[in-house]
């Protein structure tokens, strides 16, 4: 149980307030720390801001997994982590510390593509044939379903498409808000169509 700040020795409140936030930081961090070096994370998490709101990342040793707007249920978003990646979720903002670096970078206008391992596990069939391809769409550039249907080789699962978009666990990273009806309108997305525009205008510069 947290112990209520009035009842803190002196002296210990004395030494937090004199902590510089970089400090404080890493002893948040610091037992998801541990537990990875102790092999006991399956998943580690974090929260970073983005003109797009609040988002939560999440990170295997494989690479990042999970991609979460601020309108999506963390509850159901955390459940999905621990039942399909493993239960041991802990903070560890130190170990999503380049998806954090490649989106500030990206928000910023100063990264057009991510390197940042990826971790697929949480996608399967055709739905993931259609996320690996969604990252050849060039920045700046966008793609009806029904090009990213042929693209991948099922010309009539235009429908697929889109729900594969929808479900994308990798959002931004996996740029499915570059693919749009064929008259150009915008369909669907996860994050709220404000946040594929905002997404579509920032790449067109």
């Known amino acids: 149980m947290n112990q209520p700040l009035e009842t803190l020795p002196p002296d210990l409140l004395r030494s937090l307030a004199a902590s510089s936030p970089a400090h404080l930081a890493t002893l948040r961090d610091r037992p998801g720390q541990q537990a990875a070096r102790e092999e006991l994370l399956d998943v580690a998490i974090c929260t970073t801001d983005t003109p797009v709101g609040e988002l939560l990342l999440a990170a ?3 690479g990042l997994a999970r991609i979460a707007f ?8 955390l459940e999905q982590l621990s ?3 493993g239960p041991r979720i802990l903070t560890s903002p130190r170990a999503l510390d380049q998806a954090r670096r490649e989106l500030d970078e990206y928000f910023a206008r100063s990264r057009t593509s991510f390197t940042i391992p990826l971790d697929w596990s ?3 069939g055709f739905r993931r044939t259609v996320q690996e391809y ?3 769409i060039a920045y700046g550039r966008t793609s009806s379903y029904k090009d990213v249907a042929d693209a991948v080789g099922n010309a009539r699962a235009i429908r ?3 729900t594969a978009c929808a479900t994308n ?4 990273v996996v740029p499915c808000h570059r693919v749009l009806r064929s008259d150009g309108s915008l369909g669907g997305y996860l994050g709220g169509l404000d946040s594929k525009t905002l997404l579509l205008e920032l790449e067109r510069g």
């Open 60 to 62: 295997t040793t494989t």
């Open 70 to 77: 601020a309108n999506e249920d963390r509850d159901h978003v």
């Open 83 to 85: 039942r399909v990646l």
């Open 122 to 124: 949480l996608t399967h």
């Open 134 to 136: 969604l990252p050849r």
């Open 160 to 162: 697929a498409v889109g």
């Open 169 to 172: 666990p990798l959002p931004i």
